[in-house]
């Protein structure tokens, strides 16, 4: 009765797939928002380096892991899949439930896969300062070590609410040489606006992002970075996916259903995609679910049309699930998964049809998380749980149905940093927020018609 399932170093994927090559129509394009026409590479050459640029666009099936990248990502990959035996046994369940754990990284979630070649692709470019947002911190701390690891400055703007309540991940990044300041700030043009017609603005990630793009697009020497959303990031990912198939070889079954959370949708595209080229190519009929918190239920209830990806609306407009780029998510401690919107590439294959969504309340993710802790041993990431859940609820109906089903979900990181949210579930003081629907009828009034 094999728990864990690790591949040997030499086993790392030495490339990333990209969907994109086997997708049976293509992403809508990316529009500039003055002319509403598709941008080219030079609408992108401010923020991102041009190796980032091409992954971005690329159509090619796979694409090279450079030997400096998988040198570091050999710290902590290939990473584990476990079978949940215990947890399994305690559901009295007659599914397998699978999990690929991602918190085994040094910052602690999936987010060094993206954060590590973007570091090395900026050095390689000779950019010497890089910019980015976070929310709950896990971005910006991922970015921080990979940053020092190539030896480029890093200035973080993180969402104001997180940077007080969540104070060791910001010395995290500081440990790891970034500089951090709570967004908004009086820093940026963006930030000074915010700050202006709000001074105690709680911060939002739509408003960290329009600061950190702007601090790279008026300098000279830095470039920006993204931790989720576009298709390189969610390219980086699946590696995660490509280690999974090798290790479910191991195991000797095959995925019925693979889960995820979706905040910008990245570590779940890591996982699926690499599944998903099974389905699209080989004709497997695995099943997706992408699991999100019903208070910010983009992929669920948001509208599919073209909106930004930051409240400044300073980046290009894309085709998402979004509930409107000025929405405020209510405050949940799932703070990975407070976005607006999500990945076009999640959103093309859910509009397929191939990628199915679900909404939780947080009670019921900490539940569930709480009943992982308690047989697996490892405590979730409040994001992670929200795959928790969905993995249990499918290992629940499997039981109603009496039938066998192997499930496979990505425990995107573990939850060191947030005992606090434990501490209020136990004291009974977590609030589940009901669809925030007027508040996102407002939001879509400001997304522009294309
Ligand atoms: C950031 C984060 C998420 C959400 O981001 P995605 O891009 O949707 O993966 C999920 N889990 C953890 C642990 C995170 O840090």
Redesign the pocket.
């Known amino acids: 009765m094999q728990t864990k399932f690790i591949l040997p170093e030499n086993e790392m994927p030495e490339a990333w797939y990209n969907i994109v090559a086997d997708l049976p129509s293509p992403p809508a394009p990316v529009l500039n928002p003055g002319t509403k026409q598709p941008i080219g590479p030079d609408d992108l050459a401010p923020l991102f380096p041009m190796e980032i640029i091409g992954q971005e666009v690329s159509t090619e099936r796979y694409i090279p892991i450079p030997e400096e990248v998988r040198e570091a990502y050999r710290l902590y990959r290939p990473s584990p899949l476990y079978r949940a035996h215990r947890l399994e046994r305690a559901l009295d369940t007659p599914a397998h439930i699978y999990y690929k754990y991602?918190?085994v990284s040094p910052a602690?979630?999936?987010?060094p896969n993206t954060a590590i070649p973007q570091a090395y692709y900026n050095k390689a470019e000779g950019v010497k300062r890089i910019s980015t947002e976070t929310?709950?911190g896990?971005?910006g701390s991922?970015m921080a070590m990979a940053c020092t690891f190539f030896d480029l400055e890093l200035k973080v703007y993180m969402v104001k609410v997180s940077y007080y309540q969540k104070p060791y991940r910001r010395s995290m990044m500081e440990l790891w040489g970034a500089t951090v300041v709570p967004s908004p700030s009086p820093d940026t043009q963006a930030g000074r606006q915010v700050l202006s017609d709000d001074p105690d603005s709680p911060g939002s990630l739509g408003i960290a992002i329009s600061e950190a793009s702007e601090d790279a697009a008026t300098r000279d020497d830095t470039k920006y970075s993204l931790?989720?959303?576009l298709n390189h990031?969610l390219l980086h990912?699946t590696i995660v996916g490509q280690e999974t198939l090798k290790q479910m070889e191991l195991a000797g079954e095959e995925a019925d259903v693979v889960i995820?959370?979706?905040?910008?949708?990245?570590?779940?595209?890591?996982l699926a995609f690499p599944f998903l080229r099974r389905r699209l190519v080989e004709g497997a009929k695995t099943r997706f679910i992408a699991a999100e918190p019903e208070a910010c239920p983009s992929l669920t209830r948001g509208e599919y049309r073209y909106d930004f990806g930051d409240t400044a609306e300073t980046t290009p407009l894309m085709k998402m699930h979004t509930l409107g780029h000025t929405f405020m998510p209510p405050d949940i401690h799932?703070?990975?998964?407070r976005?607006h919107a999500m990945?076009p590439l999640i959103c093309h294959l859910h509009d397929l049809g191939l990628i199915e969504a679900r909404a939780y309340h947080q009670t019921a993710v900490f539940e569930a998380a709480v009943q992982f802790a308690r047989t697996e041993g490892i405590i979730p990431?409040p994001?992670?749980a929200h795959a928790v859940r969905s993995a249990i609820d499918e290992a629940l109906a499997a039981k109603e149905a009496g039938t066998k089903k192997v499930i496979v979900f990505n425990l995107?990181?573990?939850g060191h940093f947030d005992m606090s949210a434990y501490d209020k579930y136990f004291a009974g003081e977590l609030e589940d927020f009901a669809y925030p629907e007027a508040a996102v009828r407002e939001a879509m009034k400001a997304v522009p018609v294309v």
């Open positions: 991602e918190g602690g979630s999936h987010k929310g709950a896990q971005w991922a931790g989720s959303v990031v990912q995820g959370c979706v905040g910008g949708g990245s570590n779940y595209a890591g799932a703070g990975g998964l976005y990945a990431a994001e992670s995107s990181g573990h």
